[in-house]
T-cell receptor
Framework: AQTVTQSQPEMSVQEAETVTLSCTYD???????LFWYKQPPSRQMILVIR??????QNATENRFSVNFQKAAKSFSLKISDSQLGDTAMYFC?????????????FGKGTKLSVKP | DAGVIQSPRHEVTEMGQEVTLRCKPI?????LFWYRQTMMRGLELLIY????????DSGMPEDRFSAKMPNASFSTLKIQPSEPRDSAVYFC??????????FGPGTRLTVL
């Protein structure tokens, strides 16, 4: 069974600085997807970034980038130039590529606070 | 383009009552997922549909929970009878094939 572990329950960062959130996962699959979702106080789940396991290049979306280490089963999220609006819970998630569809398996989340 | 729509946004009910949560997926998406979020268990999948057919309902807690998807644009999650331990935020998400899942705003359910 696949598992996703986020070892940092809470983190804080000063506005405009850079922060990295950690995520590790366990799977015997070779093809899969990894995601980071953001959940602000409004509780809306917002997709931040996605990585296909077969791609060696790390995904980037504006200020958000990932460091995907397939052999180490590590998938960290880097937020550059942190903004107050980045304050939220961040969830790492895994989805198998097997079959026509798959459900997301989530980590427990990291609560990020951006301080002015 | 409208995202996933859920209703109601908040529901407060008494133990033993029937609760029905509704979801409209993003137009054109062929998969729909129901998740539940609690402090104790985090986010967990309850059931998902592919082309309106239930594929995996192993996450449904017990027979009190049921879900339907009568057509491509509508799904319901029903709890009958409801219990206080069902209190949680229930999310609906949709996706196209194996692409990313997009979540609705969630329904916060409180069972007294």
């Amino acid at each position: 069974a696949q598992t996703v572990t986020q070892s940092q329950p809470e983190m804080s960062v000063q506005e405009a600085e850079t922060v990295t959130l950690s995520c590790t996962y366990d799977t015997s699959e070779n093809n899969y997807y990894l995601f980071w979702y953001k959940q602000p106080p409004s509780r809306q789940m917002i997709l931040v970034i996605r990585q296909e396991a077969y791609k060696q290049q790390n995904a980037t979306e504006n200020r958000f980038s990932v460091n995907f280490q397939k052999a180490a089963k590590s998938f960290s999220l880097k937020i550059s130039d942190s903004q107050l609006g980045d304050t939220a819970m961040y969830f790492c998630a895994f989805m198998t590529h097997r079959g026509s569809q798959g459900n997301l398996i989530f980590g427990k989340g990291t609560k990020l606070s951006v301080k002015p | 383009d409208a995202g996933v729509i859920q209703s109601p946004r908040h529901e407060v009910t008494e133990m033993g009552q029937e609760v029905t949560l509704r979801c409209k997926p993003i137009s054109g998406h062929n998969s729909l997922f129901w998740y539940r979020q609690t402090m104790m268990r985090g986010l967990e999948l309850l059931i998902y549909f592919n082309n309106n057919v239930p594929i995996d309902d192993s996450g449904m807690p017990e027979d009190r929970f049921s879900a339907k998807m009568p057509n491509a644009s509508f799904s319901t999650l029903k709890i009958q009878p409801s219990e206080p331990r069902d209190s949680a935020v229930y999310f609906c998400a949709s996706s196209l094939q194996t692409s990313s899942q997009y979540f609705g705003p969630g329904t916060r359910l409180t069972v007294l």
